[in-house]
């Protein structure tokens, strides 16, 4: 008989947002007149910017006509991208990243979710505390995690570290020594950020100890602070220790039209076995490329048109951001990100874990966010908001927030 993957039974609960989707329905279906303010999920709000919306016009017309049609795209992702990204994202930084290094997708969720594959099973995973479920959940279904205990909220064989008030958000090197380390900066769901020379003691270590530092850039474009680093890439060494996973969803509003990549460095090795030729396989079989239309209007997202009015619209949400950051401090909590990350953490009011403050908050002034225990059990005693929605909105949740 057909066995299952068990993996997947271990798994507690579905995934944070589907659990906060379905709750804010139920909510919406029980209060049909309340108006929600969603700023729960890191969900864009704002139209793409014209540069964008011209290059998928164009696009869409050469698949109208037999001379410039495109069928299936390269697998690992058209040229004129990949070299758009190697030029704009690492050459324009001083970073030796080329464009035969970097593996177009369909989005850094797939990726981050689908980069454990190329690891043996009895890797022991590293992940800051709290974290971007995806990471986690991935390695479970893999089978890599080991047991979950329901008291402590952690599966025995993966190495948390704990990022909260007392360190300001940022992971300390584990005791026990990992193989693989995710680390994420700017920090879902924190907001955080570490230095250059911070993140360069990851890389050192990693380099050191044989590691793999799984580094998720998803953020980079709300840096606003000198001495932070975009990419790992800016650190010595990184190139023999660290994959990097980008989007385009949160820099230029793609999280409707789908598209990202993964940089792994041809250096990157364990033992003799590039890690390239690796993903370039599995990525070879398993992915029939994103959509050339898509990669059109990524390569828009590199034009001088397309960076002046993708820098308006960082500059947009980093406005809500600090409308609900001061709006926060004026009403009394302790508030800390939405400096150099579109997401502002708040602790939550004593006495109240985060869930029951997701609830107070849905139901006293119908906003929705994500309880920090959703990241991880340090994120309890936490909740995150985003600064993703209209201005309109986030003004009038700050208000409705300060009024409860
Ligand atoms: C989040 O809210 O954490 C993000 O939107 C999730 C994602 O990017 O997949």
Not at 171 to 196: A, H, M, Q, R, V
Request: a negative charge; aromatic letters at 12%.
């Amino acid at each position: 008989m057909v066995k299952i993957n068990d993996n997947f039974l271990k798994l507690p609960g579905s995934y944070l947002f589907s659990t906060i989707g379905k709750k804010v329905a139920a909510f919406q279906e029980a209060n049909p007149d309340k108006k929600i303010i969603r700023l729960g999920i890191g969900d864009v709000t704002q139209p793409l910017v014209p540069a964008i919306i011209q290059s998928l016009h164009k696009a869409v017309d050469e698949m109208g006509s037999a001379e410039t049609f495109k069928g299936y795209a390269p697998d690992l992702g058209y040229e004129f991208l990949r070299t758009a990204i190697a030029d704009g994202d690492y050459k324009a930084r001083g970073c030796d990243i080329n464009a035969d290094e970097i593996f177009v997708s369909d989005g850094a969720k797939c990726d981050s979710g689908n980069i454990q594959e190329i690891f043996g099973l009895d890797n022991k995973i590293a992940v800051c505390d709290p974290v971007y479920p995806v990471y986690v959940d991935s390695n479970v279904m893999a089978g890599r995690t080991g047991t979950y205990d329901a008291a402590s909220e952690k599966w025995s064989d993966v190495i948390y570290m704990p990022c909260t008030m007392k360190n300001n958000f940022a992971p300390e090197l584990p005791k026990e020594t990992p193989d693989l380390i995710y680390l994420c900066f700017p920090n879902n769901p924190t907001g955080s950020t570490i230095t250059k020379a911070q993140l360069q003691e990851w890389v050192d270590y990693a380099n050191k100890t044989g590691a793999v530092i799984i580094y998720d850039a998803a953020y980079e474009a709300y840096i606003s602070e000198e001495n932070i680093p975009h990419t790992i890439y800016e650190c010595e060494g990184a190139r023999t220790c660290a994959i990097e996973l980008r989007s385009f969803s949160k820099n230029a509003g793609f999280t409707g039209v789908r598209l990202g990549f993964t940089v792994i460095p041809k250096e990157l090795k364990v033992g003799d076995v590039s890690l390239h030729s690796l993903w370039a396989r599995r990525h070879g079989t398993k992915y029939n490329g994103a959509p050339y239309i898509i990669q059109r209007a990524g390569e828009a997202v590199y034009s001088e048109a397309g960076k002046a009015q993708l820098k308006e619209q960082v500059a947009y949400y980093m406005n809500n951001a600090k409308v609900i950051f001061n709006g926060l401090k004026e009403a009394g909590y302790t508030v800390s990100g939405g400096v150099n990350a579109p997401y502002i953490w708040l602790k939550t009011p004593e006495q109240m874990t985060s869930w029951e403050f997701f609830d107070f908050l849905l139901e006293k002034a119908n906003v929705v966010g994500t309880p920090g225990a959703g990241f991880g059990p340090s994120g309890e005693g936490y909740f995150r908001l985003t600064a993703f929605g209209s201005f309109e909105n986030t003004v009038a949740a700050i208000e409705r927030i300060k009024n409860i």
